[in-house]
């Protein structure tokens, strides 16, 4: 029997009703909702579950507080110890967007002691900004959409209507210089001249105003769309500059980029397209001017430190073996020294303004398979209260992660094949014996969790996925022999495996 989880007891029949857009509109959710959202694309571990449920309700719990007492609150961060491909990263990730939180993962390894030539620690928070102000600014442009549009309509009718050739005078203070107009007539004919012209652009308006209004309402009913404007396109400007490397422009938060293209002159060009493209070019462009960049980066850096969420992984590589003291591990207890004062809550400079870790959310995850969480520096302990042990995956976890999330391995297979107009079932007997091969290689080979169900699956499907386009058969069972058939000798050549599965 296979024990039930939280989405099958009667008591949580009503959550299992909410779809993805009612979790994140709901600003109170509680532990039981978070645990059955991650239920659905993560099998087990529901130690883990709980302890990010609690985690987020807290968030929760701690905005409802007075701000004097929420700034006392701190996140209590999570340490995650199990083997890879147990579903570590795949909690975090699937919480992040439960409540489009600003999301990063980042590995412990990248990161070197300052000093050594490396990634600066302070890059983690960093990217968490860039993501809050990628979330912050996709949101942005929808609701400018609208406005947009509209706008994008107006330059389509101006590049449509033809364009008066006026012509240029001469400044007086140009005169002071010798330059002389073209035309040398007395200032009486150029007060009339300019009357005329004043009449005839009167006239020339109103008619344009009519011929406007009537190009205007063809676009909006979509009868102009095949026709060929010229228009000019904006180009950024890429700037190369190779003499920083990737830790210098780190550790200054500074965009060369940026800051050049502010200074030399943005360049556009004409290019001649139909309506159709120009109304997807332009609508983009005037959606970018109608942001508020400065409204955008404030609320994106409140965002990522209210909000954010930093995955840090294989913490256990940081780790030396033994307390350290050989020189290829000379700076690992270095990194914990310098991701310390990051997680115990610091301000770090970035290109949109200071952020304050204070109140980031922390979820380091590790195998320590040859270390263990008590070889972290005692100072890094403390800073991850919470410590929660995955299980490694049975060859029942196994076949329920192959059958049972949405959008899970299986079904995206099916799917797959299905694009081809042929339809592939899998029998449950062969769902099971997958998974007790897959779970029988773990056990014998290096353990990577559910993984491994994906080389498994590649071997089973590879001659189908390269004959199906010139079959004729329009449905494919894959049964008990046939998966033991392709997958069996595989398994039992132990020299073959190694390569292969």
Not at 362 to 388: M, N
Request: aromatic residues 4%; negative net charge; proline residues 3%.
């Amino acid at each position: 029997m296979r024990k039930k989880t939280v989405a099958e007891t009667p008591e949580t029949s009503d959550v299992t009703l909410l779809n993805d857009k009612a979790f994140k509109k709901s600003d109170d959710l509680t532990p039981l909702q978070v645990v059955e959202y991650l239920n659905r694309y993560i099998i087990g571990q529901d130690k883990a579950k709980r302890s990010v449920a609690v985690a987020l309700r807290n968030r929760i719990r701690r905005k409802k507080l007075s701000a004097e007492m929420a700034k006392e609150i701190s996140p209590k961060n999570i340490l995650m110890v199990g083997p890879t491909g147990v579903g570590k990263t795949e909690i975090a990730r699937r919480l992040a967007s439960l409540v489009s939180a600003p999301f990063v993962k980042v590995e412990a390894t990248k990161f070197t002691e300052i000093g050594y030539v490396g990634r600066d620690v302070e890059t983690m928070v960093r990217d968490l900004v860039e993501a809050a102000v990628s979330m912050v600014r996709k949101r942005m442009l929808v609701e400018v959409q609208e406005a947009a549009r509209l706008r994008a309509e107006e330059r389509i009718v101006d590049a449509m209507l033809p364009r008066n050739k006026r012509k240029i005078s001469v400044p007086d203070i140009m005169k002071v210089f010798g330059v002389e107009s073209d035309d040398d007539s007395t200032e009486e004919d150029e007060h009339d001249q300019e009357c005329d012209r004043d009449k005839k652009r009167r006239d020339s308006d109103k008619k344009s105003d009519s011929t406007r209004e009537r190009i205007l309402y063809m676009l909006k009913e979509g009868k102009l769309e095949d026709r060929e404007i010229d228009i000019s396109v904006a180009e950024s400007s890429v700037v190369g500059i190779p003499l920083f490397g990737a830790s210098g422009m780190d550790s200054m938060g500074i965009n060369i980029g940026e800051i050049l293209g502010g200074v030399l002159p943005k360049k556009s060009k004409k290019r001649r397209i139909k309506v159709s493209e120009a109304r997807r070019i332009m609508a983009a462009e005037e959606a970018e001017k109608l942001i508020d960049n400065e409204a955008l980066s404030q609320e994106a850096l409140e965002k990522a430190q209210e909000d954010g969420i930093i995955f840090l992984d294989e913490i256990d590589k940081v780790v030396a073996k033994g307390g350290g003291g050989s020189s290829p591990d000379v700076s690992r207890e270095g990194v914990q020294r310098d991701l310390l004062p990051i997680v115990e809550g610091s301000v770090v400079q970035t290109r949109h303004g200071p952020v304050k870790t204070d109140h980031v959310l922390f979820i380091a995850a590790g195998a320590f398979s040859s270390v263990k969480p008590s070889d972290l520096i005692p100072e890094l302990q403390g800073r991850f209260p919470i410590r929660v042990e995955l299980q490694p995956l049975s060859w029942e976890n196994l076949q329920e992660i192959l059958t049972e999330p949405e959008n899970s391995l299986l079904k995206q297979y099916i799917a797959l094949i299905g694009a081809e107009g042929v339809e592939l079932r899998f029998t449950e007997e062969a769902t099971r014996e997958i998974a007790v091969l897959s779970s029988k290689m773990n056990s014998e080979m290096e353990d990577i969790g559910a993984r491994r169900l994906h080389t498994m699956m590649e071997q089973l499907l590879e001659e189908i996925s390269f004959s199906v386009c010139d079959d004729s058969e329009k449905v494919i069972e894959i049964d008990l022999e046939f998966v033991k058939g392709r997958l069996n000798n595989l398994v039992e050549n132990r020299d073959i495996r190694r390569y292969l599965l």
